[in-house]
């Protein structure tokens, strides 16, 4: 039998399989479709298998559904399983955001994965030239405090508004951030200042969606994005230096 994946304690009270599975790619418009008992199967193999942290997202359009459902289905997986999601607000509602907002996403997502509590809630803010994040922060902290959330993390933040949110107290535990070959910008002083706060990095983007892979060794660049994915990381690519330096 093959060795379960070695697990990490992200804070008191969340330990989580070192890997991770990545749900992003079941989300509609991603790419092609998956069906929805190909989909919770998939699930099903990952936790057997001992990889029972799940990450996904509520701009994940039916990913959270489908991992409720998965919980659903498999009461006694479910038990094992981990799942951190993502709190998003979309661009157009930056400006003048409420505690309402955010609470409607965090309620929401409870909702979608059949939970009373989040495991891991990470916050992403599109635009810092909008004010909000720092109050946002605070908020999820107060719904950590009712009980609605175990942990705080964040997703895609710079060193400096880091820092910011971390000078309030909000106690974040994690920060999930591009990282791989391609991409070492976490080397810039946020892998530091994650360890100077005990703070958890997780890294996507390890593989640049399958670039990193001997199917594009030598390949031609896609003339086409095959999903989401692709397009994503062929942006990374071109600012890496562009296809032939890859
Ligand atoms: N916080 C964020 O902003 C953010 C952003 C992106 C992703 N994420 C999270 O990270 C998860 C993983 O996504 P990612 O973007 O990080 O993907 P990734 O791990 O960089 O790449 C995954 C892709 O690599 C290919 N692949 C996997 N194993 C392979 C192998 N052994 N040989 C060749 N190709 C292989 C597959 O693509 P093919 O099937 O096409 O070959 C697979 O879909 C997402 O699901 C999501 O949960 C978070």
């Known amino acids: 039998m093959a060795p379960k994946p070695e697990q990490r304690v992200l804070a008191e009270g969340l330990s989580v399989s070192r890997l991770t599975r990545g749900n992003w790619q079941l989300a509609a418009k991603h790419g092609p479709t998956i069906a929805e008992d190909v989909a919770i199967d ?10 029972t942290n799940f990450d996904c997202a509520d701009h994940y359009t039916g990913v959270e559904e489908l991992i409720g459902t998965f919980r659903r289905r498999h009461p006694d ?9 993502k709190i998003v607000p979309d661009r157009d509602v930056l400006s003048g955001i409420t505690r309402a907002d955010i609470e409607n996403i965090v309620d929401r997502a409870r909702h979608r994965l059949g939970v009373d509590v989040l495991d891991l809630a990470q916050f992403h803010w599109w635009d810092y030239a ?7 922060m605070i908020w999820l902290a107060e719904m950590q405090a009712e009980g609605k959330i175990a942990h705080l993390g964040v997703t895609n933040f710079d060193c400096a508004r880091l820092e910011e949110i971390l000078a ?7 920060h999930q951030v591009q990282y791989s070959a391609l ?30 892979s001997d199917r594009w060794l030598r390949a031609a660049p896609p003339a086409q994005a095959a999903d989401r994915s692709q397009q994503k990381y062929r942006l990374i690519i071109d600012e890496f230096g562009g296809w032939d330096a890859y």
Do not use: K
Request: glycine residues 16%; proline residues 5%.
């Open 183 to 212: 991409d070492h910008r976490p080397e810039n002083g946020m892998a530091a200042l994650c360890r100077d706060h005990g703070i958890g990095l997780q890294c996507y983007g390890a593989l640049a969606g399958g670039f990193l």
């Open 42 to 51: 998939g699930m099903r193999r990952f936790v057997e298998a001992g990889i």
């Open 77 to 85: 997986l479910a038990a094992r399983l981990t799942v951190q999601t």
């Open 168 to 174: 309030t107290g909000v106690p974040i535990v994690s």
């Open 130 to 136: 909008t004010p909000g994040y720092v109050d946002s």
